[in-house]
Nanobody, 121 residues
Framework: QVQLQESGPGLVLPSQTLSLTCTVSGGSITTIYYYWSWIRQPPGKGLEWMGASAYSGSTYYSPSLKSRTSISRDTSKNQFTLQLSSVTPEDTAVYYC?????????????WGQGTQVTVSS
């Protein structure tokens, strides 16, 4: 059973960089054909795919967030990390990490529980 757990600060100041880590257990982030995504859901809105780290180490980003988003990984810890720069209150959301087989950026078989991030001064 694959499990994912998000961690990071719940409050970020405007203009700062949001940083979240997803720790994966029960499976390796280097297992072929799996992709490890970050998704968010602002209050009252739908899910938004932000980007992904592939089993190969390649990264993929949503065009609308690409200029502010960076995803990296630490294979020794089986973790992948999201960094979102220059945040504004519009980046307030529940942030999730999830796994997909790559057939679609919107179909996931395992999710983390999500972590609330609020951008506010």
């Amino acid at each position: 059973q694959v499990q994912l757990q998000e961690s990071g600060p719940g409050l970020v100041l405007p203009s700062q960089t949001l940083s979240l880590t997803c720790t994966v257990s029960g499976g390796s982030i280097t297992t072929i054909y799996y992709y490890w995504s970050w998704i968010r859901q602002p209050p009252g809105k739908g899910l938004e795919w932000m980007g992904a780290s592939a089993y190969s180490g390649s990264t993929y980003y949503s065009p609308s967030l690409k200029s502010r988003t960076s995803i990296s990984r630490d294979t020794s810890k089986n973790q992948f990390t999201l960094q979102l720069s220059s945040v504004t209150p519009e980046d307030t959301a529940v942030y999730y990490c999830a796994r997909t087989d790559g057939s679609s950026w919107y179909v996931y078989d395992y999710w983390g529980q999500g972590t609330q991030v609020t951008v506010s001064s």
